[in-house]
């Protein structure tokens, strides 16, 4: 046998999920209820810290399971079932980005930002000298200027760092549910990180 | 290492996804370069501060909602399948809806092609019948009698004499309406379904002898709703006493009228079709002739062009040198008028 096809094997043997998927792509729906239970979170949570919007990011999860189960007699286990799900997930949340990015572009496209284009909307705190960061803001408008950095982010930037940095996903799980190589998946990472720097650095001040 | 190229190897340091080599190289630059020290104490902060985010719950409706939508889905899929595959009385309608939609096609496809087949109406049947264009149709009528018992069976094939004196009387009837007519004529109907005719056709032509069987193939062979108005054309003998005879009359004036068909439609039998139909062309662009146009077509070489009545004689004399010919007058050409020259080159 060849290489690929036992290492095709054994990612199904280790998929947690195999035997669920093939449930369904028998047409059984109860077993689908099973995969929605145990990925619904972390989908969520992509998709929440791609997106910054809790509805949004529901609406995104429902339609990644549903968009999924239509196609799950498509799946062949050439990779793992999450990471072929959480690709899923992570086109559509790319998708409304576009979209509401278009949407915001053309609404405000007479409004000049001065933070630039990269800012996003994100502005910048005057710092107090001898406060810490942390002793300014309470920790939720600490996340919530790191979510605004986030979603300040290009969204292929976006997608890696959410994906790497805040679900820890494997670099090859990320390259395959986003189809790309894994260099390409490392270098936008450490551009996200740069970016997502700099940008934490204007909007928290003397930071760290 | 400069602080520029440190960059994205600082990013890259501080999940240890740099390779050793350069490893050892940022680590060194960095003892020297307190910029790219503080850089990556802000990435190390901005890092745990990402990875510090807190989680979401999901929503209890969500998975309700994902599994009621699947189950929806799941059940509506399988009923489909069961309408259209199980219940007979479904599917016999759904099998007479294909037929009709079949049958509609096909006709589509039949009254789309026909300018295609028209062209592919062997274009010497109209040139060899040249001398009986003239044959008035009593004439005709009365060859038919005399017609040997081989080509009263191809007849057979063809329009009855009726319908043949029936259309002569409205030669100039567009195209269409005449294959309406012929559709509706008794005896006929086999010219609807053209394409099954056509094998009929020629499986009967096997018992034929070879130059009957070309003949009877082309009969109903082009399948086009005029097949009738080719028929007798097509039919009649290649240079025989019947030919002479034929009750062929209105063939080349119908199509004369039928088509914007050439003044003069000639053909050369000559020994090599090929380079005498070059010949030809040369000629004809070095006289000036307009809409020179060339086709070769089952070893037949088709010369289109128009000419000045005037170069008419200087291109009957190079016809003339290129192998035997037979000209066809199918209009009378208006006097000092561009003629219209078709001509076709083969082999004798």
Same mark, same amino acid.
């Given at each position: 046998?060849?290489a690929?096809v036992?290492a095709?094997?054994n ?5 947690e ?9 028998r ?6 209820e099973?995969?929605v239970?145990?990925h ?7 998709a929440?810290r ?5 509805d949004?990011? $529901? ?10 189960w ?10 793992k079932?999450s990471?072929w799900l ?6 559509r ?6 979209q509401?990015?278009g949407?915001?572009r053309r609404?405000?496209?007479?409004i000049?930002d ?6 996003g909307?994100?502005r910048?705190?005057?710092?107090? $000298? ?6 300014r803001l309470? %920790?939720k ?6 979510q605004r $950095?986030i979603?300040a ?15 820890g ?8 549910m986003l ?9 936008r990472?450490f551009?996200a990180?740069a970016?997502? %720097?700099? $940008? ?8 760290p | ?7 994205s ?8 996804s ?5 490893k ?10 307190e ?6 104490a802000?990435?190390?902060a901005?890092?745990?501060?990402? !990875?510090g985010l807190?989680?979401v ?10 599994m009621?939508?699947?189950r929806?889905?799941a059940?509506?899929?399988e009923?489909?399948?069961?309408r259209?595959?199980?219940?007979l ?9 294909a ?8 006709w589509n496809v039949?009254r789309?092609?026909e ?8 274009p010497p049947?109209?040139?060899q019948?040249s001398p009986?264009?003239r044959v008035?149709a009593p ?17 057979a ?16 009837e567009p195209a269409?309406e005449r294959?309406g007519?012929?559709?509706? /004529?008794?005896?006929r109907?086999e010219?609807?379904?053209?394409p099954a005719?056509?094998?009929?056709a020629?499986?009967g032509?096997d018992?034929?002898s070879r130059?009957e ?6 009969v109903?062979a082009p399948a086009?709703?005029?097949?009738d108005l080719?028929?007798?054309?097509g039919?009649?003998? !290649? ?11 209105a /063939?080349p004036?119908l ?6 068909g ?7 039998l000559?020994?090599?079709p090929?380079s005498a139909a070059?010949?030809?062309e040369a000629l004809l662009?070095?006289?000036?002739a307009?809409?020179v ?8 070489e088709?010369?289109?062009?128009r000419?000045?009545?005037e170069h008419l004689e200087?291109?009957r004399e190079?016809?003339k ?9 199918q209009a009378?050409?208006?006097?000092g008028?561009?003629?219209t ?5 083969r082999s004798p």
């Amino acid at each position: 046998m060849t290489a690929p096809v036992i290492a095709a094997l054994n990612r199904m043997t280790d998929d947690e999920d195999a035997d669920a998927v093939l449930r369904c792509q028998r047409g059984d729906a109860d077993a689908f209820e099973a995969l929605v239970e145990r990925h619904q979170k972390r989908m969520l949570n992509v998709a929440y810290r791609m997106l910054g919007d809790y509805d949004e990011a $529901c609406d995104v999860v429902q339609e990644a399971f549903l968009a999924a189960w239509r196609a799950i007699r498509s799946f062949r286990g050439e990779a793992k079932f999450s990471t072929w799900l959480y690709g899923i997930a992570v086109n559509r949340a790319r998708n409304r980005i576009r979209q509401s990015q278009g949407r915001s572009r053309r609404e405000t496209a007479s409004i000049d930002d001065p933070d630039g284009p990269g800012a996003g909307g994100v502005r910048r705190e005057v710092p107090d $000298c001898g406060e810490s960061a942390e002793e300014r803001l309470e %920790k939720k408008e600490i996340e919530a200027r790191v979510q605004r $950095c986030i979603g300040a982010l290009e969204p292929e930037h976006r997608e890696v760092l959410v994906l790497r940095d805040i679900q820890g996903f494997s670099y090859e799980e990320i390259a395959g549910m986003l189809n790309l190589p894994e260099g390409t998946v490392k270098s936008r990472l450490f551009r996200a990180r740069a970016v997502l %720097k700099d $940008c934490l650095v204007r909007v928290l001040g003397e930071w760290p | 290492m400069t602080c520029n190229e440190m960059e994205s190897r600082l990013a890259a340091l501080i999940d240890g996804s740099l390779p050793d080599g350069e490893k050892d190289r940022a680590e060194a630059h960095l003892r020297s370069c307190e910029s790219c020290r503080k850089a990556l104490a802000e990435l190390r902060a901005s890092d745990a501060l990402v !990875k510090g985010l807190g989680e979401v719950e999901p929503p209890p409706w969500l998975k309700t909602r994902v599994m009621a939508r699947v189950r929806e889905e799941a059940q509506g899929k399988e009923s489909v399948f069961r309408r259209l595959f199980y219940p007979l009385h479904v599917k016999l309608p759904i099998q007479a809806l294909a037929t009709v939609l079949i049958a509609v096609a096909a006709w589509n496809v039949y009254r789309t092609a026909e300018p295609d087949f028209r062209q592919a109406v062997p274009p010497p049947a109209a040139v060899q019948e040249s001398p009986e264009a003239r044959v008035p149709a009593p004439a005709a009528d009365a060859a038919m009698k005399a017609e040997s018992p081989a080509t009263r069976e191809k007849r057979a094939l063809a329009p009855p004499p009726a319908i043949l004196g029936d259309r002569r009387g409205r030669a100039v009837e567009p195209a269409r309406e005449r294959a309406g007519a012929d559709a509706a /004529a008794p005896g006929r109907a086999e010219s609807v379904s053209a394409p099954a005719t056509d094998e009929e056709a020629s499986k009967g032509a096997d018992a034929m002898s070879r130059p009957e069987r070309d003949r009877a193939a082309r009969v109903p062979a082009p399948a086009q709703t005029r097949k009738d108005l080719k028929t007798p054309a097509g039919a009649v003998p !290649k240079g025989g006493a019947n030919r002479d005879a034929a009750p062929t009359g209105a /063939a080349p004036m119908l199509s004369a009228a039928l088509s914007p068909g050439p003044d003069l439609d000639i053909a050369i039998l000559a020994r090599d079709p090929v380079s005498a139909a070059a010949e030809m062309e040369a000629l004809l662009r070095k006289i000036g002739a307009e809409s020179v146009e060339r086709k070769a077509r089952d070893g037949r070489e088709a010369l289109t062009a128009r000419i000045r009545p005037e170069h008419l004689e200087t291109l009957r004399e190079k016809m003339k040198s290129l192998g035997q010919v037979r000209e066809t007058v199918q209009a009378a050409p208006r006097p000092g008028a561009p003629l219209t020259v078709r001509m076709e080159f083969r082999s004798p």
